[in-house]
């Protein structure tokens, strides 16, 4: 595999933040494409999810972004809210050894005032959905005259989703000469369609399209009562964490209750949650306070979560493509994972995709820990304070530890958004450090806590 020191003209300081975030060498997708990127070549790429592709777009967009114009050059368009702030993440990782460059997404969820006043300071790079950036073009919040790139990611998903029309007319406010990047898991004829219309003579790119079996172990048990064979699974596979898709929130919220009346800890996430509670159920499944995440397809694509262990579909899916995506977050970056499907007699037609290729299991054959539970030793701290008051992580750790005399080995993962800041606690110590800190400053002011 290349190294990103073949990138052209890469900075010592870029290649140092990036070994400083665990990336030494590029995967097949960024070796492909960020060169061809950088020299202003348009792109249509498939590549799954998890094969690197933020990188591939998002290190050619900090590196060629002028710092000094503080008018948006880079826009990239996410079909969700989740996978929108997954992006800005790592960006902002990359972008950490530029000076005075600004990541802003825009989705729904969020105030439009606020997002509006945030574009009239100045921002670099944007990130957000079609319809929130559709709604600020159409209260010229928002200018695109300056865009240098426009980046379209999980283009599939966002056709799919019916947003066509919204993405061609959001293209026809850029100027004319710009470079569009087309990422797509699948290549069905609407997308076609779309890059016939955007895209100027692209390089077309196609890498890590199929699934790999060895990666990814795909079960499928039969059963006439799904809940009581869900125990049962958990029970007998026993994984550190598990990611269970529903295909309705009614059946999501439903689930969620059960599981947590049989001890185990879980956390759901549909679309009728607001964005703050989505981010806190994503957070707190990564951070491993909670061990099962109960979803509907609103997480199947931009839920970028390592070592998840197990995928449920506790429901079948409609289509091949959704289950495809669903199973796609295990077995991601290389590790193995397994993805088990229930059905029931009924369901034989409708799943004939997946009994082709999945090894069909069999109840009896399961060891069953009948006293085992997913349970956390982590309990989620939040803190009413994020970036907007520059909290940062080493200003949270040495409290916790120096002030307070916390273990660090007691600390999990700090997740600091704008203005929240989450930190998954032993939950041993969960109590003694919400208390020290109704006394206890960090940087010199309290901040109001609470255990999420």
Same mark, same amino acid.
């Given at each position: 595999?290349?190294? !990103?020191?073949?990138?052209?003209?890469?900075?010592?300081?870029?290649?140092?933040?990036?070994?400083?975030?665990?990336?030494?060498?590029?995967?097949?997708?960024?070796?492909?494409?960020?060169?061809?990127? &950088?020299?202003?070549?348009?792109?249509?790429?498939?590549?799954?999810?998890?094969?690197?592709?933020? =990188? +591939? !777009?998002?290190?050619?967009?900090?590196?060629?972004?002028?710092?000094?114009?503080?008018?948006?050059?880079?826009?990239?368009?996410?079909?969700?809210?989740?996978?929108?702030?997954?992006?800005?993440?790592?960006?902002?990782?990359?972008?950490?050894?530029?000076?005075? =460059?600004?990541?802003?997404?825009?989705?729904?969820?969020?105030?439009?005032?606020?997002?509006?006043?945030? $574009?009239?300071?100045?921002?670099?790079?944007?990130?957000?959905?079609?319809?929130? *950036?559709?709604?600020?073009?159409?209260?010229?919040?928002?200018?695109?005259?300056?865009?240098?790139?426009?980046?379209?990611?999980?283009?599939?998903?966002?056709?799919?989703?019916?947003?066509?029309?919204?993405?061609?007319?959001?293209?026809?406010?850029?100027?004319?000469?710009?470079?569009?990047?087309?990422?797509?898991?699948?290549?069905?004829?609407?997308?076609?369609?779309? +890059?016939? +219309? &955007?895209?100027?003579?692209?390089?077309?790119?196609?890498?890590?399209?199929?699934?790999?079996?060895?990666?990814?172990?795909?079960?499928?048990?039969?059963?006439?009562?799904?809940?009581?064979?869900?125990?049962?699974?958990?029970?007998?596979?026993?994984?550190?964490?598990?990611?269970? !898709?529903?295909?309705?929130?009614?059946?999501?919220?439903?689930?969620?209750?059960?599981? =947590?009346?049989?001890?185990?800890?879980? $956390?759901?996430?549909?679309?009728?949650?607001?964005?703050?509670?989505?981010?806190?159920?994503?957070? +707190?499944?990564?951070?491993?306070?909670?061990? $099962?995440?109960?979803?509907?397809?609103?997480?199947?694509?931009?839920?970028?979560?390592?070592?998840?262990?197990?995928?449920?579909?506790?429901? &079948?899916?409609?289509?091949?493509?959704?289950?495809?995506?669903?199973?796609?977050?295990?077995?991601?970056?290389?590790?193995?994972?397994?993805?088990?499907?229930?059905?029931?007699?009924?369901?034989?037609? /409708?799943?004939?995709?997946?009994?082709?290729?999945?090894?069909?299991?069999?109840?009896?054959?399961?060891?069953?820990?009948?006293?085992?539970?997913?349970?956390?030793?982590?309990?989620?701290?939040?803190?009413?304070?994020? /970036?907007?008051?520059?909290?940062?992580?080493?200003?949270?750790?040495?409290?916790?530890?120096?002030?307070?005399?916390?273990?660090?080995?007691? *600390?999990?993962?700090?997740?600091?958004?704008?203005?929240?800041?989450?930190?998954? =606690?032993?939950?041993?110590?969960?109590?003694?450090?919400?208390?020290? &800190?109704?006394?206890?400053?960090?940087?010199?002011?309290?901040?109001?806590?609470?255990?999420?």
């Amino acid at each position: 595999m290349a190294t !990103f020191n073949t990138i052209t003209d890469i900075s010592p300081e870029l290649l140092e933040v990036l070994t400083d975030n665990g990336f030494k060498t590029m995967s097949e997708i960024q070796e492909k494409s960020i060169n061809d990127i &950088l020299e202003g070549r348009d792109v249509l790429a498939q590549s799954k999810t998890g094969s690197g592709k933020t =990188l +591939a !777009f998002g290190i050619p967009a900090v590196m060629s972004t002028n710092t000094n114009n503080f008018k948006p050059q880079t826009i990239i368009i996410t079909p969700t809210r989740e996978l929108a702030d997954q992006i800005a993440v790592e960006l902002r990782k990359v972008a950490s050894y530029k000076a005075n =460059l600004k990541i802003l997404t825009l989705y729904g969820g969020v105030p439009l005032r606020a997002q509006a006043e945030s $574009i009239a300071k100045g921002a670099h790079i944007l990130i957000g959905t079609p319809g929130r *950036i559709q709604d600020h073009l159409a209260k010229e919040t928002l200018v695109l005259d300056s865009i240098k790139t426009l980046v379209l990611d999980e283009a599939d998903r966002m056709l799919d989703m019916g947003f066509y029309d919204e993405i061609v007319k959001i293209g026809s406010n850029m100027p004319r000469g710009k470079q569009t990047l087309l990422f797509s898991a699948t290549f069905p004829e609407n997308i076609e369609k779309l +890059a016939k +219309a &955007l895209l100027n003579q692209p390089l077309t790119i196609k890498v890590d399209t199929i699934l790999e079996s060895t990666k990814i172990n795909e079960i499928v048990y039969e059963t006439s009562d799904k809940e009581k064979t869900l125990e049962t699974l958990i029970k007998a596979y026993k994984p550190e964490s598990l990611l269970i !898709f529903c295909n309705t929130k009614v059946q999501v919220i439903s689930l969620t209750q059960s599981l =947590l009346k049989s001890g185990h800890a879980t $956390i759901d996430i549909h679309g009728d949650l607001d964005q703050r509670d989505r981010n806190e159920s994503v957070i +707190a499944f990564s951070n491993g306070s909670k061990r $099962i995440l109960v979803a509907t397809d609103v997480a199947s694509r931009g839920l970028d979560i390592k070592d998840i262990s197990l995928v449920i579909n506790y429901d &079948l899916p409609f289509e091949q493509e959704v289950y495809t995506h669903r199973i796609g977050r295990t077995g991601r970056a290389g590790a193995t994972g397994t993805a088990i499907s229930l059905f029931s007699p009924k369901d034989s037609e /409708k799943c004939s995709y997946v009994l082709k290729k999945a090894k069909k299991g069999q109840m009896k054959e399961l060891r069953v820990d009948a006293k085992f539970k997913m349970i956390s030793d982590y309990d989620t701290l939040c803190l009413h304070g994020g /970036k907007k008051t520059k909290l940062r992580a080493g200003d949270i750790l040495g409290t916790l530890c120096k002030e307070i005399g916390i273990d660090n080995t007691m *600390i999990g993962k700090i997740n600091i958004t704008e203005t929240k800041s989450y930190i998954a =606690l032993h939950h041993t110590v969960a109590d003694k450090v919400l208390n020290a &800190l109704k006394k206890v400053k960090i940087k010199k002011k309290k901040y109001m806590a609470w255990i999420l």
